[in-house]
């Protein structure tokens, strides 16, 4: 079976501009979230699908970050406008269900200058 | 909000010795606690669970315990190896309305000196 994929594996933007990123969750999983990881806040969650349904939008990051799934196998997380304080590795993840572990993608890290 | 704190930020420990990681979380309702490895320069990778239905789990080195009365669960590397140094999350979840969802601790780091 393969893992959870994501491209780019890094990304350099400019302040203001829109960038998509993009995951495959593992063939099969319901569950699919989207990551943001920093030294200072660890792990935030983003945004989080069931069967394709948007769970969880994230509260603080709505504004800016857009996360969709427009079938079972492929998710974007679109950032627009980027700011610098959106430098960041950004990891989506999916999961079977409930109470199971989560696949880990490599990660994307974000660079905005 | 739900919180999860991670006690230790880094912990150093030698060869053959073992490690604790302690985590406290806030949500009463948390009923999944998993914990996740991240070595270096690569993504987390699940190691072991422990649901509210029992107090402890055992997968060879390692041990979780949980104390729901104190709203603490805790992993123990016993005889830890090098290979052991990575970064340690714990999380903890409830199935709400919001279903499957996690809230992860900040990280510790461990190092196994030889």
């Known amino acids: 079976d393969a893992g959870v994929t994501q491209t780019p594996r890094h990304e350099v933007a400019e302040k203001g501009q829109t960038i998509i990123l993009k995951c495959e969750p593992v063939s099969g999983h319901n569950d699919l979230f989207w990551y943001r990881q920093t030294k200072i806040q660890g792990l935030e969650l983003l945004s989080y699908f069931r069967s394709k349904s948007l769970m969880e939008d994230g509260g603080a990051f709505k504004d800016r970050f857009k996360a969709e799934m427009l079938n079972s196998s492929f998710s974007t997380l679109k950032i627009q406008p980027t700011e610098p304080k959106d430098s960041a590795v950004y990891l989506c993840?999916?999961?079977?269900?409930?109470?199971?572990?989560?696949?880990f993608g490599p990660g994307t890290r974000l660079t905005v200058l | 909000g739900e919180k999860v704190e991670q006690h230790e930020s880094t912990l150093s420990v030698r060869e053959g010795d073992s490690a604790v990681i302690n985590c406290t979380y806030t949500d009463t309702a948390s009923s999944y606690f998993p914990w996740y490895k991240q070595e270096a320069g690569k993504s987390l990778h699940f190691v072991i669970d422990i649901r509210s239905n029992v107090d402890r789990k055992q997968s060879q080195r390692l041990i979780v315990l949980l104390d729901k009365k104190a709203k603490r669960f805790s992993l123990h590397i016993t005889a830890t190896q090098p290979e052991d140094s990575a970064i340690y999350f714990c999380a903890a979840g409830d199935y709400g309305s919001s279903g499957n969802k996690l809230i992860f601790g900040i990280g510790t780091l461990l190092s196994v000196k030889p």
């Open positions: 993840a999916s999961s079977w269900d409930w109470g199971r572990e989560q696949y």
